[in-house]
């Protein structure tokens, strides 16, 4: 899967699974799910469960084990709609709002210099923008400070080693240093969302610090290098789509539209996983008990009995039906916010440069299976005029 990513037909190899089967045998109790349809349906299947039994891959009683096993994308049924309803505290609609000029503000400081670097020969789009902002973003909701975040956390996710460590490295790294963090502030503020985290709601029900500990390292390793993909990856496709960046760009309301496209087509999330529990038919295959659906988004959005024209990147199609944020119990709980940054960076970026290109080709991450994204983008700019 993992090489698959950085292949120039990988787009093309995903439709021809799709073609050839829509849930398919891959051996070892793995299937390839691609189909639309399928893939949406099984989703939102409670009987399905999550988590996939990853946490067990490290150990009984490992510390990262413990936060794999605590996290919401492991939990099921009741016990992840209890948890899930705590965590979503920190999503409310009304703290996007409010964090709306705050991400303005932090991402014109990131581009504007990088508008003048590329303006003077090239510049890394995703070191210097796509991935520091939700790196920021979410160092602020944490209210870590500056010093501290460039310690333990930015080493995980920015900087050329990164791409030789496997996904789970972040993890790794993440765990010890929450688990530090929050039981040292025990019983102490630490002015960020650890206190929603950690907090009662009006039923009195509250996440243990296992819990606390597990998902603050979720939405850290959830929320950067998804978002920086995503970012990144709707500036490949505006490089590609001459036309469609035109448009975009005297016309600054199809900027939404660009993103939710970039979504669908070139999805930074690439794939999700279930496990059966017992027989389960699905498009009329029989998979034993104990597998592990292996879900496409990457496929399934360009599914030709879904969309029409798949292949093509369509600003005025209706992409919403696209699969990148998962579906049903799980669906992503940052869509929202990722939505938001990477339209102000398209904001911000379009007021400050125009006729970006590409000044190498792209090597795509090979490190993190559910990532797709470029490992670095060295781009050309012009200063606007505007
Ligand atoms: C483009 C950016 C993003 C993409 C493509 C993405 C994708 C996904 C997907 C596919 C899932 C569901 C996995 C499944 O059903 O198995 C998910 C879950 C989740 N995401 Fe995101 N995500 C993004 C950004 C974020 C951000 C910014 C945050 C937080 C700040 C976040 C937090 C979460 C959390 C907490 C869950 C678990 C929800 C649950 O299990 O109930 N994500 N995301």
Redesign the pocket.
């Known amino acids: 899967m993992l090489e698959l990513g950085a292949r120039d037909d990988y787009f093309n190899i995903w439709n021809r699974i799709r073609a050839y089967a829509p849930v398919y045998d891959a051996g070892e109790g793995v299937f390839l799910v691609t189909e639309w349809e399928l893939v949406n349906s099984a989703?939102r299947n409670p009987t399905l469960r999550?988590g996939s039994g990853i946490s067990a891959a490290f150990g009984q009683d490992s510390p990262v084990e413990s936060v794999i096993r605590n996290w919401?994308?492991s939990?099921n049924g009741e016990e992840?709609r209890l948890a899930?309803g705590l965590?979503s505290r920190v999503?409310a609609p009304r703290s996007l709002v409010e964090l709306e000029p705050i991400i303005r503000k932090k991402a014109r400081e990131l581009i504007v210099p990088f508008a003048s670097k590329s303006s003077n020969g090239s510049a890394d789009f995703v070191g210097d923008v796509a991935a520091k902002l939700?790196s920021e973003v979410?160092r602020s909701?944490f209210a870590i400070d500056a010093d501290e975040w460039a310690a333990h956390v930015e080493p995980l996710f920015l900087g050329e080693s990164v791409h030789q460590q496997d996904g789970f490295a972040a993890v790794a790294g993440l765990t010890p240093y929450f688990q530090d963090k929050i039981h040292r502030s025990r019983n102490r503020k630490t002015g960020g969302i650890i206190d929603l985290l950690s907090s009662e709601d009006k039923q009195g029900d509250c996440l243990t610090e296992a819990e606390v500990i597990a998902?603050s390292v979720?939405?850290v390793t959830?929320?950067i290098d998804?978002?920086a993909?995503?970012i990144a990856n709707t500036l490949v496709e505006l490089i590609e789509n001459p036309d469609s960046s035109s448009r975009v760009q005297s016309d600054q309301t199809l900027i939404s539209k660009a993103v939710e496209e970039s979504?669908r087509h070139c999805?930074?999330?690439p794939s999700?996983?279930r496990r059966t529990p017992m027989d389960f038919d699905l498009g009329g295959v029989r998979i034993p008990a104990g597998s592990d659906l292996f879900f496409s988004?990457t496929a399934a959005n360009r599914d030709p009995k879904k969309f029409n024209d798949p292949d093509c990147f369509d600003l005025d199609r209706d992409a919403t039906a696209m699969l990148?944020?998962?579906g049903?119990?799980?669906?992503?709980?940052?869509?929202g916010?990722?939505r938001m940054e990477a339209r102000l960076v398209f904001e911000e970026l379009f007021a400050a440069a125009d006729s970006f290109a590409l000044q190498e080709k792209i090597r795509w991450r090979v490190n993190n299976p559910v990532v797709r994204a470029p490992e670095r983008l060295m781009v050309s700019s012009q200063l606007s005029a505007r």
């Open positions: 989703l999550a919401l994308m939990l992840h899930r965590v999503f939700p979410i909701l998902n979720l939405i959830a929320a998804t978002t993909g995503l979504l999805p930074s999330a999700s996983t988004f990148t944020f998962g049903g119990a799980h669906f992503c709980l940052g869509a916010l990722a």
